[in-house]
């Protein structure tokens, strides 16, 4: 119930004013007599921010608008794995009430995959499909780049002109320039690991503000946790959050997000009678420990 009762403490401080609640969204558009039929947007109700007030309230002024003239910012957040970037990124999209799209960026993502697809459909003819950005821009919904900084330059250099001022897009595949509704809002999340490509310098200036997005403290761990799996008892939860703090400071763990976490109390969970369950035969399955650890685990599993 606290974790429940924090998470609406935190929605509520930042919420913006005069969120959208009635929209009717487009499912297809035409422009100089192409069709181009739009995605539906992604359910985003589950995803509630849990401490950090402070980011929460930064990313939220990225898109607030405050005068006709006022121009909405792209902010991007960035941070270890399982952090909670995107969750951020939701969390204050649903506070502002508009349709919510997530487009899971790649090293391998063409201009075409991020913006419109031709389909074959029946009798063979070619259906023009928009990609979640596209459909967020009609609707005037708001599109989140996950992983952004996996993408090449060539597909971030088919989104420069949206970037900015001028606010749409042109796509070669379907001959169109579709421009953005007012109320469209857009967001990327980046990876710190080497898999990852560097952002052309000409984009990176569109990128703006910058927001990182720290590990949650211990206390903020217990309430993720407990809101995540409100069925845990607050004793198993803190034995879990307990150790795992303390391992990591001892340097036996190598890392763990909020995920690995929320992943290990849901699995320990199933267990007959979790408090009795060792830790340290658990958590290598979950989690990702130093190879030496890990040896040795796979060692006396398999009797070698």
């Not at 909405?72 to 502002?96: E, H, Y």
């Not at 320990?268 to 685990?297: G, Q, R």
């Amino acid at each position: 119930m606290e974790a429940q009762n924090v998470a609406q403490e935190n929605g509520s401080r930042s919420a913006p004013a005069g969120r959208a609640t009635d929209i009717v969204l487009q499912r297809s558009i035409t422009i100089d007599d192409v069709t181009i039929h739009l995605r539906a947007p992604d359910d985003v109700v589950d995803s509630v921010w849990i401490g950090q007030a402070e980011v929460h309230r930064l990313f939220t002024a990225a898109w607030l608008k405050m005068h006709e003239r006022d121009r909405i910012m792209t902010p991007v957040t960035v941070g270890s794995t399982g952090c909670g970037k995107t969750t951020l990124a939701c969390a204050v999209a649903r506070d502002f009430g508009r349709p919510v799209y997530l487009v899971n960026c790649t090293s391998d993502m063409r201009p075409e995959d991020l913006l419109i697809t031709p389909v074959i459909a029946s009798q063979q003819q070619i259906l023009y499909r928009a990609s979640g950005l596209v459909s967020a821009m009609v609707n005037g919904g708001i599109c989140i780049l996950d992983e952004a900084n996996r993408m090449s330059e060539k597909s971030w250099a088919s989104l420069a002109p949206l970037l900015d001022d001028r606010r749409y897009i042109e796509s070669i595949i379907a001959g169109v320039k579709i421009h953005a509704h007012p109320e469209f809002r857009i967001a990327a999340t980046m990876n710190e690991d080497a898999s990852t490509f560097n952002i052309p310098e000409y984009i990176e200036s569109r990128l703006k503000p910058i927001i990182p997005v720290e590990f949650p403290g211990a206390d903020d761990l217990r309430l993720i946790i407990s809101y995540h799996v409100p069925y845990a008892s607050e004793r198993l939860v803190e034995q879990i959050v307990r150790y795992l703090m303390e391992q990591k400071e001892a340097g036996k763990i190598g890392s763990f997000s909020t995920r690995d976490a929320i992943q290990l109390t849901r699995y320990l969970y199933k267990s007959p009678d979790p408090a009795k369950v060792p830790l340290d035969t658990v958590v290598p399955l979950i989690l990702k420990v130093h190879e030496k650890s890990l040896t040795k685990k796979v060692i006396s599993l398999l009797d070698l």
